[in-house]
């Protein structure tokens, strides 16, 4: 008896999905035929885009850029686009993708993407209205009804859920999907659009705007749609060639018991105590700690580091952290920063910093105190030799025309 009902269950459950994966097809479809079945865009207007990571403050939303115009043409059959982006001051930035290579380029100038840029741009492309509607016909979207809507969703490059929202009048209304982030973890990324119009017989919405980690990073008001325009890229051999670079760390004392830790483009400074080391920023991300980390252990391979001063919020300064939690260091911030990891929200940074919040804003090895954004920390205490005085120095000394270390 048992055996009978578990066959039928598990028939049933057959024919659910079958329905599901069925639906969506015929959703899909209809969507194509009333928006246009297309193998490339492009499309065109003014906005504004917004940099991640830089807010003036931990819970503010990221600074605005207005973009004086913005041209995007996307290839859907080869996973190709080139992104032209003019600012109000006129300049002039170029991005591409091609298959699985992506670069940037300014002038004569090529500048090749990282793996995570890269990713990213092959998921917008994804994101788009039309590069989601193929996505979810080439990787076996499901569909479920929400009111009048359905949600179609489907994996993207074997591992990123990818899920959108059609209207009972066949339009793309909405994409989202999650991207890793050194700070906020798997952070949220999602594109809503609007105000569609027919652009030369082409479907396409006048208005998109995108928000990642809950706060806009694009806004355009779209001008001009085509469809079926031409993209043919070249990769350059420099990208084609290219290979990540490893992490790579130089130690300068500056001091007894002081190490200015540089070797990329942002830095860090060690410091030595009677017991124990504390480190001064954990810029970028885990790849960059954990290469820090290596150097002071090399340096100081009998104290271990207990401390690790964060001088700001932004990410490019804080997308090391979770490695020196890791280590089982205490995490040295501003009170706004404490507050922030205690608020239960997705921020994955937060949750590891949050263990130990309290002794984090609270316990300062030689009592330090931040008091500017950039590089402000001022120290006194048992620092090694007395170089407590030297940190504001050492965490100064940046290369000329270099904003950050």
């Known amino acids: 008896m048992f055996g009978k009902i578990l066959i039928a269950l598990t028939f049933t459950c057959a024919l659910c999905v079958s329905a599901t994966a069925q639906d969506a097809k015929s959703v899909l479809e209809a969507t194509i035929k009333n928006m246009g079945d297309i193998k490339s865009a492009q499309y065109s207007g003014s906005g504004a885009q917004f940099n991640l990571g830089q807010s003036v403050s931990p819970d503010a939303p990221w600074p605005r850029v207005e ?17 032209e982006t003019v600012n109000a001051q006129g300049a ?11 670069w940037g380029q300014a002038g004569a100038n090529v500048t090749t993407s990282a793996t995570a840029v890269t990713t990213e741009r092959q998921l917008q492309i994804l994101m788009t209205p039309h590069g989601f509607l193929k996505g979810a016909l080439a990787n076996k979207a499901t569909a479920k009804k929400s009111g009048k809507a359905t949600l179609v969703t489907f994996i993207a490059l074997g591992k990123y859920k990818v899920v959108g929202v059609i209207s009972a ?3 793309v209304e909405k994409v989202e999907t999650r991207l890793d982030n050194a700070v906020l973890g798997d ?6 659009y609007s105000d569609y119009r027919d652009f030369g017989g082409l479907k396409f919405p006048a208005k998109m705007a995108q928000k990642q980690g809950g706060h806009p990073v694009f ?5 001009e ?33 002081v190490w200015y830790l540089a070797g990329g483009t942002h830095h860090s400074v060690a410091v030595e105590f009677a017991d124990h080391v504390a480190v001064i920023e954990a810029p970028l991300n885990e790849d960059r700690s954990n290469a820090v980390i290596a ?51 997705d921020r994955r940074e937060a949750r590891d910093v949050r263990q130990r919040a309290d002794r984090g804003a609270s316990s300062h090895p030689g009592q330090f105190a931040q008091h500017r954004h950039h590089h402000g920390l001022a120290a006194e205490g048992e620092a090694a030799g007395g170089s407590g005085r030297l940190l504001a120095a050492a965490a100064e000394r940046v290369p000329a025309g270099q904003s950050e270390p």
């Open 295 to 345: 150097e002071v252990k090399k340096l100081l391979p009998a104290k271990p580091i207990r401390y690790l001063i964060n001088t700001h919020h932004h990410f490019d300064h804080s997308g090391g952290l979770r490695t020196y939690v890791a280590e089982g260091a205490t995490i040295v911030t501003h009170q706004a920063r404490k507050e922030e990891s205690q608020n239960p929200g």
């Open 225 to 257: 749609a085509k469809a079926n325009v031409a993209l043919d890229l070249s990769v350059p051999d420099t990208v084609r060639q290219a290979t990540p670079p490893a992490a790579q760390v130089t130690s300068e004392k500056l001091a007894d018991g």
């Open 169 to 171: 009048e066949n339009l």
């Open 92 to 102: 002039l930035t170029v991005q591409f993708l091609s298959g699985d290579k992506a």
């Open 67 to 83: 973009l004086k115009s913005f041209t995007r043409t996307v290839d859907y059959d080869k996973q190709a686009s080139r992104n």
């Open 219 to 223: 806004d355009l008001a779209v001008t």
């Open 187 to 192: 952070m949220l990324v999602e594109t809503t």
